[in-house]
């Protein structure tokens, strides 16, 4: 069993920027992919960016490309997402997930799931 915890999430100014912290633990063995989705406020929940364990691949959603940045440290056992240039339309409860590959990643499947952390933001 995994466990993912989010931090960070909060409230910010368009254009402002965050840092997302996702914190895993028990056994992780098997999750070769890590990633972030999110869910606005009667929306479905979209694929936001995911990383391989090895750090050797990294998929974005086209939206956040070249703002957001998804890194992990493989010793924290831990996942970022840093999001600059924030705007509105970026405003939703924020995930981080744990998976098996890449492909199945950016599809939403995955094996294990936070509970989400909130951001905001403010024109």
């Known amino acids: 069993q995994v466990q993912l915890v989010e931090s960070g999430g909060g409230l910010v100014q368009a254009g402002g920027s965050l840092r997302l912290s996702c914190a895993a633990s028990?056994?992780?063995?098997?999750?070769?992919?890590r990633g972030w989705y999110r869910q606005a406020p009667g929306k479905e929940r979209e694929f936001v960016a995911a990383?391989?364990?090895?750090?050797?691949?990294?998929r974005y959603l086209d939206s956040v490309k070249g703002r957001f940045t998804i890194s992990r440290d493989g010793a924290k056992n831990a996942v970022y997402l840093q999001m600059n240039s924030l705007q509105p339309e970026d405003t939703a409860v924020y995930y981080c997930?744990?998976?098996?590959?890449?492909?199945?990643?950016?599809?939403?499947?995955?094996?294990?799931w936070g509970k989400g952390t909130l951001v905001t933001v403010s024109s």
């Open positions: 990383i391989t364990w090895s750090g050797d691949s990294t």
């Open positions: 028990g056994r992780t063995f098997s999750s070769n992919v």
């Open positions: 997930a744990a998976g098996r590959d890449m492909g199945a990643a950016t599809w939403g499947l995955m094996d294990y």
